[in-house]
């Protein structure tokens, strides 16, 4: 069924249920001079690169094949459009490799096509911080699928992982492999009716009319909770505080330091965007509340080629009611021009999803994890990690 994966040191689909095996790594780590120096062979045509992603030129060609080529949904009328800015930022955190910035070009015209990323990361899944990669951005171009470049390159970004002394990975995808931590769903909050249902993203509900659905999802102009503002850069260490004591209710999550969360969440213009609650007697920051940007292309519509979409990244409200919170965030994402808020149901989304008019998408995520096993999967409201 999976030649490659059945290979590789994931939770396998027959030991699903199998209560005997340990929760933790499946392999021991090796000592690095066991690790393998000269990258895999790839098809002679082809040749690896590590992308200066730093390069305007180099970003342009690795933004050109994943807007060309990255995912798409089961129906392709819309396709993921990262933008170079977001993929700088998303590459470039602290303590990042750029060995794990991995291409493949054509030797002899040199054209980019292929593509994978890792970035270093602790995340604590239960009592335990591990040192992992997140990898993202596996892009192979439309022209070369079905010939087993995908797994050459997996096995490249573990060696070059393994390198650097790190054992375990974690990863999401909308397809099913061996074995998902969890499956999440995604959940869509209309902002531009009238857009999304030219452009086929949503339907016209039953006994609708677009007036009464541009009617329904509606928001008033401006926020509504008193010192709701945009988080500064000398808000880190509270919404560093505040967010760690946040994640530690949930089974896996991210471990984030203040240098952390000034990269992660510090507001870049039409990347990520941050907002907190300021106390208005004390100055205490409450709350918190982020999203990040990223826009699909439309495939094949007349009136409209980018969807302009905002994806829920993480939310704190110790003291703001969430509902409230999240609806301020809408507003803000309405303000900006957003024509959808999407979700997924980890964490504590499932408490405002409905009540906001969000409604569940056809689109499934399922999380993973690399030489760790875990006894059971999780519950999405047991998940504290978003990937990009
Ligand atoms: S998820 C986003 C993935 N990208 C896309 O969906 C973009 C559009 N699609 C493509 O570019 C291609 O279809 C890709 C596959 C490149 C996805 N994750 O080369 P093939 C397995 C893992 O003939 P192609 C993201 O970026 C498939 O089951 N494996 O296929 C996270 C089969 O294996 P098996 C996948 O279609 C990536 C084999 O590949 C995926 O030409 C995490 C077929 O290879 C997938 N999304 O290319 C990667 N799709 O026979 C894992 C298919 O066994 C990281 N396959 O079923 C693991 C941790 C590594 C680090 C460890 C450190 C310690
Ligand atoms: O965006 C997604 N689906 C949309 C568009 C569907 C178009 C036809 N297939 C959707 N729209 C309905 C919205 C509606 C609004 C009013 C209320 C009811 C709902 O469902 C989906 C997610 O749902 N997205 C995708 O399919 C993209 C791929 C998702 C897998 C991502 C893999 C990521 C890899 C990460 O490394």
């Known amino acids: 069924r999976h030649k490659f994966w059945e290979t590789q040191p994931v939770g396998q689909f027959k030991d699903i249920g199998d209560t005997s095996l340990p929760e933790g790594p499946i392999e021991p780590p090796t000592t690095l001079s066991e690790v393998k120096q000269e990258p895999y062979n790839l098809p002679n045509l082809y040749e690896w690169i590590s992308c200066d ?58 054209k980019l ?7 270093p990361a602790r995340i604590r899944v239960r009592d335990n911080v591990v040192t992992m990669a997140e990898i993202n951005f596996l892009c192979v171009h439309k022209k070369l699928r ?3 470049l995908a797994p050459v390159m997996i096995k490249e970004v573990t060696r070059r992982v393994h390198l650097e002394n790190i054992w375990q990975a974690a990863y999401t995808a909308g397809v099913v492999l061996p074995t998902p931590i969890s499956t999440c769903q995604y959940w869509h909050r209309t902002l531009n009716p009238k857009k999304l249902i030219d452009v086929g993203f949503s339907r016209l509900g039953a006994r609708m009319t677009m007036s009464r659905t541009i009617k329904l999802y ?73 999203f ?3 826009p699909s292309s439309i495939l094949g519509n007349q009136n409209y080629s980018i969807l302009k979409a905002a994806y829920s990244f993480y939310n704190v409200a110790t003291k703001t009611p969430l509902l409230q919170l999240m609806n301020d965030v809408l507003i803000v994402a309405k303000q900006k021009d957003y024509d959808v808020f999407n979700a997924l149901d980890i964490m ?39 990937l990009l």
């Open 146 to 148: 079905s010939k087993r």
């Open 292 to 294: 990040y940007s990223l």
């Open 113 to 119: 096509v292929a593509f994978i990323t890792g970035v």
């Open 53 to 110: 992603i730093d390069s305007e030129e180099m970003c342009t060609e690795v933004y050109d094949l994943l807007t060309h080529n990255y995912v798409e949904d089961d129906e392709t009328m819309f396709r993921f459009n990262y933008s170079k800015e977001f993929l700088r930022w998303a590459l470039r955190p602290p303590g990042y490799y750029k060995s794990w910035h991995i291409g493949v070009r054509v030797r002899s015209s040199k």
């Open 218 to 290: 509606r928001l008033p102009d401006s926020t509504s909770t008193p010192g709701f503002r945009k988080m500064e850069l000398h808000d880190v260490p509270a919404v560093a505080r505040l967010l760690r004591n946040y994640l530690n209710q949930f089974e896996v999550a991210p471990d984030l330091d203040e240098n952390d969360v000034e990269h992660w969440l510090l507001p870049t213009e039409n990347v990520v965007d941050s907002y907190v609650v300021e106390s208005p007697g004390s100055h205490k920051i409450t709350d918190f509340s982020s």
């Open 348 to 386: 504590q989304n499932e408490s405002f999803l409905k009540e906001l008019k969000f409604g569940p998408g056809d689109g499934k995520l399922h999380y993973y994890l690399y030489n760790y096993r875990l006894r059971n999967a999780l519950k999405p409201m047991e998940l504290g990690l978003v």
